[in-house]
């Protein structure tokens, strides 16, 4: 797993996950899937593309197929039938199979912590860029700061192509002042997995719709016999998902979407307090217990793990995480998981953010590299394809056009647990809050945040206003240093 960036399953997939729990003891390893140079040639760089522009004349002009390389993070390995990498790969074969004008070369970067955008950074100072590439959301406002992309907008202008059927949130959360720059490819969202034996001990009836009932339910947990009462992660996404959902900005300037760029952080809000609040009380009386978000083996695992032991009642995770949930279940006698939306903390529920990575075309591409990239960008995000490889791997598609293709509708019919975080993605009001904060040292935050969220969950004298207070001054100060460099 990776460290603080965001502490999601997603981009690793669900069966590297599968075979860290079941057998407690694997580790993300890398496959480069392909052999073959990433390395850009001389007579390639002689010819590179402008910065949002996008020449779609180039590809016909080419005599000889045009090589282009993809570069991204699918977990598990390309000889493992369920891993996201085997499937992408297959996708990526069935591509190339298909005609003879483009040739795709894949390489995969997950033994990165955070995928491909840290080779990407290196191959910019070695010129040896990829073709097309996909980032987690970490990284949009990166992206564009690297002044480094052609927007994908230009490409989609070009050719007419329709982003219509994307979901709304996606768009939103991969734009800048209007702009779209990566081409939403998988969706991923938060939702609160419980232990359905845990609720009938405990006499509850139905899951929690707000943190109010949360602290109530992780007493009646509590009484039940379960240890922790309920189990959280320090996962630094928590705060944003709530300030979205109570319509709050984690950045000033519109999240850093507005007119200007974020020069501040603004969480320090009383929705995060209000949550952090929630957290202290149940700490306080033993009725909730913290985990790490990340570790070694099973360690990122540990809140889910607390609920599968039957320690815990419930707790909040990403999405991509349930179909790891499932294959392991039958491991976890104690528990009967369930899922269902993530609890608000105050009244006001616009629905959650789009989490996800999105594909990107840098510009140090010749024109027909860029062509072709864009003629397999579009082949990746193609409502069969798309439906094929969310299906197999538990990502939420991110057009609607994907969400009606049979692959996805028989799964959500046969298990309506996958459809909760799609269901969480397409409701609420999409605006600068629920996009998302546009933050170029999130890392850095996250691990802030974290590091804040470990003391309020585990300490019961922790001064949760006071600690939200200096994580808001410790972001602040990374803003500053950033925009200063950029």
């Excluded at 694997?26 to 073959?36: D, E, L």
């Excluded at 969480?267 to 009386?285: G, I, K, Q, R, W």
Aim: charged share 10%; proline share 6%.
């Amino acid at each position: 797993m990776r460290p603080i960036a965001h502490s999601r399953v997603k981009t690793y997939g669900i069966a590297t996950a599968v075979a860290t729990l079941a057998l407690t003891a694997s580790a993300c390893g890398s496959t480069k899937t392909t052999s073959g140079s990433t390395k850009t040639t001389s007579s390639q760089a002689s010819s590179t593309t402008a910065a949002g522009q996008c020449n779609l004349a180039a590809l016909n002009a080419a005599t000889t197929p045009v090589n282009i390389t993809f570069w991204e993070s699918a977990g598990g390995t390309a000889k493992d039938p369920h891993s996201g990498e085997h499937l992408l790969l297959s996708i990526v074969n069935k591509f190339n199979a298909s005609q003879t004008k483009i040739h795709v070369t894949d390489v995969n970067q997950q033994s990165y912590f955070d995928g491909a955008w840290t080779p990407y950074l290196n191959s910019l100072r070695t010129h040896t860029s990829p073709n097309i590439v996909y980032f987690d959301d970490n990284y949009v406002k990166d992206a564009v700061d690297s002044k480094s992309f052609v927007p994908v907008a230009a490409c989609a202008a070009a050719d007419k192509y329709s982003t219509s059927d994307f979901l709304p949130k996606a768009i939103a959360q991969q734009s800048v002042n209007g702009t779209l720059w990566g081409m939403p490819y998988t969706g991923s969202g938060y939702i609160m997995y419980y232990n359905q034996q845990a609720m009938t001990k405990a006499g509850i009836a139905a899951p929690p719709r707000t943190f109010a009932q949360v602290v109530a339910d992780a007493a009646k947990f509590k009484a039940a016999g379960y240890s922790d009462g309920i189990s959280l992660s320090n996962d630094p996404v928590y705060l944003q998902l709530f300030d979205a959902s109570a319509g709050k900005y984690y950045l000033n300037n519109n999240n850093g979407r507005g007119a200007k760029s974020a020069t501040a952080a603004s969480f320090d809000n009383p929705t995060s307090l209000d949550f952090l609040n929630y957290v202290h009380e149940m700490v306080a009386s033993g009725t909730e217990k913290g985990y790490a978000a990340t570790g070694p083996g099973t360690a990122a695992f540990d809140n889910l793990l607390a609920v599968g032991n039957g320690l815990s009642g419930l707790t909040i995770s990403p999405s991509g995480t349930l179909g790891t949930v499932e294959a392991v279940a039958k491991a976890y006698p104690k528990a009967t998981f369930k899922v269902a939306p993530v609890p608000s903390v105050g009244s006001t529920n616009l629905g959650l953010p789009s989490e996800g990575q999105a594909l990107y075309l840098p510009k140090s591409s010749t024109p027909a590299q860029l062509e072709a990239s864009w003629v397999f960008l579009k082949y990746l995000v193609s409502a069969s394809q798309m439906a094929t490889f969310d299906a197999g791997t538990g990502f939420v598609p991110v057009r609607s056009s994907a969400a009606a293709q049979p692959a996805m509708t028989s799964l959500w019919a046969s298990n309506p647990a996958y459809k909760v975080a799609y269901t969480e993605m397409t409701g609420g009001t999409v605006n600068q809050a629920t996009a998302g904060p546009l933050l170029g040292p999130l890392t850095s935050s996250d691990n802030s945040i974290a590091n804040m969220l470990a003391k309020v969950e585990t300490d019961p004298t922790a001064n949760p206003s006071a600690l939200l207070s200096q994580a808001q001054s410790q972001t602040t100060s990374l803003i500053t240093s950033y925009n200063a460099s950029n």
